[in-house]
């Protein structure tokens, strides 16, 4: 089936046996998350032609993400409903409720940026009570934080010293770091995570993109936690899929329009009229068009704009 087709549509990244089936010249459109993949899959496209688009890196006019965005949001609520579950003792947790009761402290919860993973987190966490720390580098994000939660939350800067401080008195740390078309830096080291408290929960959510926690590894809903230093680790790479009528439903309202566009104007007409959609694209024509993905594998880069040949249909008079 895979070659049958002119347009391909994926949810997950596809495996290193998909990236074999892929057809000369096929459209593929999908989350790609191509700096955690190895070299031979992106040379696989090139190779292969594959005008390969990712998901995570279209956006809108006012330049967000709409299709991770969407993901993003349903990540943020299960996060914090996840780690209330592994809090508790049933699951070798630390037999605590993640948010209050009179005369007894609530749940610690650390979130590690301030995007929409932890803005959703951050909002749900306050609903339950919890006592929500958010650090981000970006002022601006942790501002607008403030003002929404009516300063319910606590902001830091995101230095090394601050997160240390944070996650060795937290039981929740839920690592929400997404740098655009880049690996996910480590923020939170081994040493850090040796500080926490016994059965305290993380969740990197940023495992998709490498993880921002230095001790994460890719696990699967079927067995989704690991026990590293006394700390449980979460880290599904998609966490959507355990709600997958709601995440169905979402991605699909956000990617019809440009699947729409695609099929109705041709591959060429619609990556020239739509800025986001280009941006979107990592492999064309056996050209790489993304700079981060050919810095980080050694290859050429050239631009989109420079590839497209489409020119519009003349008007009658």
Request: proline share 5%; glycine share 8%.
């Amino acid at each position: 089936m895979y070659n049958r087709s002119s347009l391909l549509l994926k949810v997950s990244p596809p495996t290193e046996k998909e990236y074999g089936l892929l057809a000369e010249s096929q459209i593929l459109f999908s989350f790609l998350h191509l700096p955690v993949a190895k070299k031979t899959s992106v040379e696989s496209l090139l190779e292969k032609k594959v005008c390969a688009i990712g998901y995570e890196l279209i956006e809108a006019e006012d330049g967000n993400l709409p299709i991770l965005q969407v993901m993003s949001e349903i990540a943020g609520q299960m996060a914090i409903h996840i780690a209330a579950h592994y809090l508790q003792s049933g699951d070798d947790g630390r037999g605590v409720l993640l948010g209050r009761i009179p005369g007894i402290a609530p749940a610690s919860v650390v979130i590690i940026g301030a995007g929409t993973v932890g803005r959703t987190a951050a909002r749900v966490a306050i609903g339950s009570g919890a006592e929500v720390t958010v650090l981000d580098k970006d002022l601006s994000r942790l501002r607008e934080l403030e003002n929404i939660f009516h300063h319910q939350v606590a902001t830091r800067v995101a230095t090394r010293y601050n997160i240390a401080r944070a996650v060795q008195f937290a039981d929740v740390v839920i690592g929400a770091v997404l740098l655009k078309g880049e690996r996910a830096p480590h923020l939170v080291t081994e040493d850090m995570v040796k500080t926490m408290k016994p059965r305290s929960v993380i969740l990197d959510i940023s495992i998709d993109q490498g993880g921002c926690v230095e001790t994460s590894r890719p696990t699967t809903i079927e067995n989704p936690v690991f026990l590293r230093h006394g700390v449980i680790h979460y880290c599904v790479p998609n966490i959507p899929a355990s709600v997958a009528r709601t995440a169905t439903n979402g991605l699909t309202n956000a990617l019809l329009p440009y699947v729409l566009e695609i099929a109705d104007h041709g591959l060429e007409a619609a990556l020239h009229q739509n800025r986001g959609l280009r941006q979107g694209v990592c492999t064309y024509d056996g050209s790489c068009t993304n700079p981060a993905i050919a810095k980080l594998f050694g290859l050429e880069t050239r631009k989109i704009s420079d590839l497209l040949f489409w020119m519009p249909e003349p008007q009658d008079i």
